[in-house]
């Protein structure tokens, strides 16, 4: 079943496309670029005594993006394309540091059978769509970005999921959005893997193929926003999601106001204590013998407000994860993203009882004639983690600044530096200092 369905689909369109690839739109719609990134992190620990107490990896990435027109006529046909090549620059045993064969991958690069960071990986994922009026379906790779299930782009090469979604925007000022997810290509990974949430094991532990998902963003004027979001991980879990994002200009500035609540609950045999049992898990904290102890029970809000001026922009924001498990995102274990205001450089702020702030100050200097240089500074602090030692805290400090060269022969050429630091109270947390430098340029093909 692994990829079956989903690879007769693509080869059926795939054969269709071949009879019909000069016809009009298809080719004269076709955009096609390639994406040279330059990865170096360095991922120091701070507390504890097990290695590894230091990660480096270094590596050069080669991100291919292919996008079809669609044919003439009242259904139009297309095929998209993603290709994705890692080259390691920099990685030796002691740095790439993944002893176990339960781990995939060091921070960039999946793991050879000596224990060493293989020299490439590669991947190409396919794509077929439709298209009928305002409705596009799409079947294959996919990266969606939408508040049940975002793409992680935070190393050398992106994450890619397997499965389809139907994207319409037949009714004006409302985009409807549904689908299935079945695997996922982790960022360090050439391998399509079944869907999972954090506390089901790692990578030997439980997964899910049926990840469903639906619901809509309706644009009610030019500056408020709202949204509502289904999805649904078989055997694990089921989550409700809605956030409501407005913008208002002011005599002097603009203020911006992002809310967002999620609701969280067990799903199939992550409900009951046999399936619990089997694996059927989530991560949190409960006490010994609890009966619903791995079982999904979680309510997670936030509310930040952003005040731009001029070259200015300073936030506020304030979130709260109830309940008795951490809030549930699709996680292998292999690098995720979860649609949260605390999602951040190192950490993501989103375990049981969680109460978090966080204060973010960021500069444009367009504003003082320098165009393509901006900075941000933030800093986050967590406390009231149910843990077994009692309350926990936990914070994070966060500093980027980014240059992307305006105009000229290298127009688009982007330089960061990020660099992070974390400190946290729980024992299955350790203190981490961060540096990340990167280079990117994307080529145009076509």
Known sequence: MKRSLLAMAVATGAGF???SAFAAGFIEDSKAGVTLRNFYINQDNRSGAADPSKQEEWGQGFIFNYTSGFTQGTVGFGVDAIGLLGLRLDSGKGTHYNPTSANRGGLVFPTDSNGEAVDDFASLGLTGKVKFSKTEARLGTLQPKLPVVTYNDGRLLPQTFEGAQITSNEIDNLTLTGGKLEHAKGRNSTDDEALAISGAGGASGRRSNEFYFAGGDYKISKDLLAQYYYGSLDDFYKQ??????????????ALKTDLRYFLSDSDGKNGNAAGRAEGYRSAGYWNTGDADRGEVDN????AMVTYTLGGHALSGGYQRVDGNSDFPFLNQGDGSTAYLITDRQIGK???????????QYAYDFASVGVPGLTTA??????????????????????????YVVPEGSFKGLGLSWRNASLRSELASQRDQDENRLIVSYTLPLL
């Open 377 to 402: 500074l933030v800093y986050l602090h967590g406390d009231d983690i149910d843990s077994a030692s009692g309350d926990a805290s936990e914070w994070e400090r966060d500093f980027a600044v980014t």
């Open 299 to 302: 309510r997670t809000w936030s």
């Open 240 to 253: 409700h999601f809605l956030g409501l994002t407005h913008n208002l200009a002011l005599p002097v500035g």
């Open 349 to 359: 702020f989103q375990r049981a009882g969680e109460r978090t702030w966080l204060a």
């Open 17 to 19: 496309l071949a009879q």
